[in-house]
Nanobody, 115 residues
Framework: QVQLVESGGGLVQAGGSLRLSCATS????????MAWYRQVPGKQRESVAR???????NYADSVKGRFTIARDNMNNTVYLEMNSLKPEDTAVYYC?????????WGQGTQVTVSS
């Protein structure tokens, strides 16, 4: 059974930082591409950051220079370091794994940035 469990969300003031974690089980983590998405009510889920199985990364323009995605293949965990947070970063953040042509999702963690 595949499980992705996010943690680390919360309430932070603008300019602050948060670190999200996504612990996975049930997949070959080393072979999976991992990503973080976010969604606000009434809008489509959008990609924030992605990291390939080989460690290559890409980011949405809106978070470049502020967010960093990283993976720990020993602990089957992916992280999203978020700095210089803005109120517009407020959303539910979801962890995504792409493995064997299938998408897997976590339950999401709320990030709220106050102005």
């Amino acid at each position: 059974q595949v499980q992705l469990v996010e943690s680390g969300g919360g309430l932070v003031q603008a300019g602050g930082s948060l670190r999200l974690s996504c612990a996975t089980s049930g997949i070959n983590f080393r072979g999976a591409a991992m990503a973080w998405y976010r969604q606000v009510p009434g809008k489509q889920r959008e990609s924030v950051a992605r990291i390939s199985s080989g460690g290559g990364t890409n980011y949405a323009d809106s978070v470049k220079g502020r967010f960093t995605i990283a993976r720990d293949n020993m602990n089957n965990t992916v992280y999203l370091e978020m700095n210089s947070l803005k109120p517009e970063d407020t959303a539910v953040y979801y962890c995504n794994a792409q493995w064997h042509w299938t998408d897997y999702w976590g339950q999401g963690t709320q990030v709220t940035v106050s102005s």
